[in-house]
């Protein structure tokens, strides 16, 4: 049997983050919920996704991740990976956008 992919949503400097992992429990730290096993996209073509790329910059040598209890909006169990995000809390877009952008007229 496979083993559970979890979909995490928290808040995080006025920006959602959505993040996908293998391990979500309460943590030993009061207060605050333990990720690990974080899941990445390993894209080794000339198509590479800006917000993953950027998530893996920031997220990829991270062993454990202790999050605020209070920042987590979501823990979803999923059948699958998705795509991750980032997006402005305030509008819901995605802050890291895909190069090039048609223009908007």
């Known amino acids: 049997m496979a083993k559970a992919i979890y979909k995490i949503t ?5 920006r959602i983050y959505e ?4 391990d979500v429990q309460s943590s030993a730290l009061w207060g605050f919920t333990e990720v690990s096993e974080l899941l ?12 993953e790329e950027r998530l893996k910059d920031e997220f990829g ?3 454990r991740l202790f999050l605020p209890m ?3 909006v979501r823990i ?6 998705g795509s991750s995000a980032i997006r402005d809390a305030g ?5 890291v956008t895909p ?4 223009s908007k007229r």
């Open 19 to 22: 993040l996908y992992a293998r």
């Open 61 to 63: 040598q991270t062993r």
């Open 40 to 51: 990445f996209d390993v894209n080794e073509g000339l198509v590479l996704d800006p917000t």
């Open 70 to 72: 209070q920042s987590i």
């Open 10 to 14: 928290f808040l995080n400097a006025g």
């Open 91 to 95: 509008s819901g877009e995605k802050v």
């Open 76 to 81: 979803e169990e999923v059948e699958r990976k």
């Open 99 to 102: 190069f090039p952008m048609p």
